[in-house]
């Protein structure tokens, strides 16, 4: 599955808050300028943040699993987060 969200966070904050999230769930198996990619025993994550648009930020959370996963709940919920940080106001909903 393929998640994408546009926020206002930076690129490289988007990373630093990627690894921190995923690092307690997955181990980290690759790590590129603005992508980090993470595998473990759920299956395979690829993030990838671009700079969009002047102050926009593309985050692109990309899974080797059908859509109602463990990992794609973990992704969307990463994308949550990330929502939370660029609105503060924004309340975490969701099973995920």
């Not at 930076?10 to 630093?16: C, N």
């Not at 690759?30 to 994550?45: A, D, T, W, Y």
């Amino acid at each position: 599955m393929k998640y994408f969200h546009r926020t206002s966070v930076s690129p490289d904050a988007v990373i630093t808050n990627a690894a921190a999230f995923f690092g307690g769930h997955l181990s980290p198996t690759e790590e590129g300028p603005r992508r980090r990619k993470f595998s473990g025993v759920i299956g395979q994550l690829l993030v990838r943040v671009q700079a969009e648009g002047g102050h926009y930020t593309l985050i692109q959370v990309e899974t080797n699993q059908p859509g109602e996963s463990e990992l794609d709940r973990l992704a969307k919920r990463f994308l949550s987060v990330i929502h939370t940080r660029a609105e503060p106001t924004h309340a975490l909903r969701g099973a995920y």
